[in-house]
Nanobody, 123 residues
Framework: QVQLVESGGGLVQAGGSLRLSCAAS????????MGWFRQAPGKEREFVAA????????YYADSVKGRFTISKENAKITVYLQMNSLKPEDTAVYYC????????????????WGQGTQVTVSS
């Protein structure tokens, strides 16, 4: 199993920025991809961004493209999500997850999840 710990959430005004971190430990050798998902109250969990551990290919949801950047630091087995130009509709609990493969935007292809970190954007 892989253990994931997210950090960096908080309250920010619209137009502001936050950087989320996700540190992985445990059986990380089988990780093909790491991703960020989010879930707002009353809504389903949705894909935000993902990155391949080898090669660093990145994927983004259309709603965050150009505003969010996913990156990784191999030595620390950590993934980051830099969020700029935040909007009130970005308010959600953000989850980090690892995947051994499969379609990058399907949450069911991710098998380890963090506890989530709250991001609140005020208007």
């Amino acid at each position: 199993q892989v253990q994931l710990v997210e950090s960096g959430g908080g309250l920010v005004q619209a137009g502001g920025s936050l950087r989320l971190s996700c540190a992985a430990s445990g059986r990380t050798f089988s990780t093909y991809r790491m991703g960020w998902f989010r879930q707002a109250p009353g809504k389903e969990r949705e894909f935000v961004a993902a990155i391949r551990w080898s090669g660093g290919v990145t994927y983004y949801a259309d709603s965050v493209k150009g505003r969010f950047t996913i990156s990784k630091e191999n030595a620390k087995i950590t993934v980051y999500l830099q969020m700029n130009s935040l909007k009130p509709e970005d308010t959600a609990v953000y989850y980090c997850a690892t995947s051994p493969g499969g379609t990058y935007y399907y949450s069911r292809t991710y098998d380890s999840w963090g506890q989530g970190t709250q991001v609140t954007v005020s208007s």
